[in-house]
């Protein structure tokens, strides 16, 4: 009896057991652990420690999806041991390991170098070729050198001249401080026709008459001229313009016209002393006028009493004249 009362009691026992762990069952509570070896947790997972964790793939956004993260790389590298013979990390991307990103900005293009390292320590995980040192892509051409004209010819011909010019402009200086006082505005007139320095310069080899350039009522020989006499001939109301340099009596008529200066100017010293010859000098200091007006010398300036002694009185000599 008692026997029959203890084999029933663990029938029923078995019984609630069962049931118990059936209902558990259906509420998951019971997963078999390869089940949750699917989860994030891990640690449960006795396979797991062998195989390596995949790591999540984190994209900045904006960027080339080619870049990946430094830890993605990692873990290809574990899974593709292949992987780690064609690239190396470097200690710039150890760093942004700490930030589990990689700068997905690229590598400025100013430098080549920089660019072509980077470039070989961030692969792109679908690319199984390496990295080729040569670039890929042929560099633009570099400037055809050999095109151009050499740029030693350009400066040789540029630079020396500039140089060498210096010092003949450094050697004319002096000369403009000489020539000062032709700085003032010009006077010169426009001439007439047939009046230029060459015309005059023919006109005194080949006169018209022997007496055209002294005058018509001078002797041929030279004369005696006293101030007197000198006064007479102002180049007015018909009469002729006489002109004195260096002690020598001058027709100036004959040149009148041919004056670059003008009539005008040339008249100053008509019948003159010593103001033509002043004039002269202040204007153009450089003029021959020896040799301009040598056809034109009518004779020397004397004294008033130089003429009497010589015997030809003021008097007779200027009737002759008039
Ligand atoms: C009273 C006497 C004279 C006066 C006031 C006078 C005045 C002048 C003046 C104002 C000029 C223009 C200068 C200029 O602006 O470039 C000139 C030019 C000239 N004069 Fe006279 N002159 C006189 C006598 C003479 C005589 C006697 C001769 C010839 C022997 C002469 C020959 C010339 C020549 C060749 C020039 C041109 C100079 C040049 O191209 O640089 N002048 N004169």
């Known amino acids: 009896m008692v026997f029959f009362g203890v084999g029933v009691l663990v029938v029923t026992l078995s019984l609630i057991l069962y049931k118990y762990k059936t209902t558990s069952a259906w509420a998951g509570k019971d997963i078999p652990q390869e089940i949750h070896q699917t989860s994030q947790c891990g640690e449960e997972d006795t396979d797991a420690k062998e195989r390596p964790s995949i790591p999540n793939i984190t994209l900045n956004e904006g960027h080339d999806k080619s870049y990946v993260s430094v830890k993605e790389q990692d873990a290809f590298k574990t899974i593709n041991p292949s992987a780690k013979s064609q690239s190396k990390p470097a200690p710039q991307s150890q760093a942004a390991d700490n930030s589990e990103r990689v700068s997905m900005l690229p590598p400025p293009a100013s430098n080549p170098k920089q660019k072509h390292e980077e470039s070989s320590t961030a692969p792109i995980l679908p690319r199984s070729r390496p990295t080729p040192k040569v670039p890929i892509f042929k560099s633009p051409a570099k400037p055809s050198t050999p095109l151009r004209p050499p740029p030693s010819a350009a400066s040789t011909l540029r630079g020396p001249p500039s140089r060498s010019l210096a010092p003949t402009t450094t050697s004319l200086a002096p000369t403009t401080s000489t020539l000062a006082p032709s700085s003032r505005p010009s006077k010169k007139v426009i001439l007439e026709p047939g009046h230029s320095p060459l015309d005059w310069a ?60 003008g009539v005008d100017q040339l008249m100053r010293g008509a019948g003159k002393e010593r103001d033509g010859e002043r004039l002269f000098n202040e204007i153009h200091p450089w003029v021959n006028w020896e040799n301009m007006l040598g056809e034109c010398l009518v004779g020397i300036l004397v004294s008033e009493n130089e003429v009497h002694v010589s015997g030809e009185t003021p008097k007779n000599t200027m009737e002759e004249m008039d």
């Not at 018209?208 to 041929?220: E, I």
């Not at 004369?223 to 009469?239: A, C, D, F, T």
Request: proline fraction near 15%; aromatic fraction near 12%; glycine fraction near 10%.
């Open 202 to 261: 023919h006109l005194t080899h080949n006169p018209p008459t022997p007496t055209f350039l002294r005058g018509k009522d001078v002797p041929p020989q030279l004369i005696r001229v006293p101030p007197s006499l000198l006064r007479y001939h102002s180049g007015r109301k018909g009469k002729d313009a006489w002109g004195v340099y260096q002690g020598r009596v001058y027709n100036l008529t004959p040149y009148m016209k041919f004056h670059p200066g």
